[in-house]
């Protein structure tokens, strides 16, 4: 079956960055395209970035643009999200997901991590 683990968060202060990874496996990784979401305490699920199949499009959301990267790498089955000058704001639990169309709601998305805790410091 679809699994999907993500690492990489941790504890940083405000300004710094981290580099997250999802490695996929039980399905054809290099047929689907991939997406991360990010969901703080007492908010709802958010759209954070998208890639496609073959890395050759992406798409961020305002929050993320210019300060994440969303990458993957087909032959290790594995998307990741450079997140750069972080903020606390940005403290968060981050999931990636996996799905055949182009969009940024959670219900596009049919097989999910179990998330990775982000937490940033002022």
């Known amino acids: 079956q679809v699994q999907l683990v993500e690492s990489g968060g941790g504890l940083v202060q405000a300004g710094g960055s981290l580099r997250l990874s999802c490695a996929a496996s039980?399905?054809?990784?290099?047929?689907?395209?991939m997406g991360w979401f990010r969901q703080a305490p007492g908010k709802e699920r958010e759209f954070v970035a998208l890639?496609?199949?073959?890395?050759?499009?992406?798409y961020y959301a305002d929050s993320a643009k210019g300060r994440f990267t969303i990458s993957r790498d087909n032959a290790k089955n594995t998307v990741y999200l450079r997140v750069n000058s972080l903020k606390p704001e940005d403290t968060a639990v981050y999931y990636c997901a996996v799905t055949r169309s182009w969009g940024t709601t959670a219900q596009g998305f049919h097989s999910w991590g179990q998330g990775t805790q982000v937490t940033v410091s002022s």
């Open positions: 039980g399905f054809t990784f290099s047929s689907y395209n």
């Open positions: 890639i496609s199949w073959n890395g050759d499009n992406t």
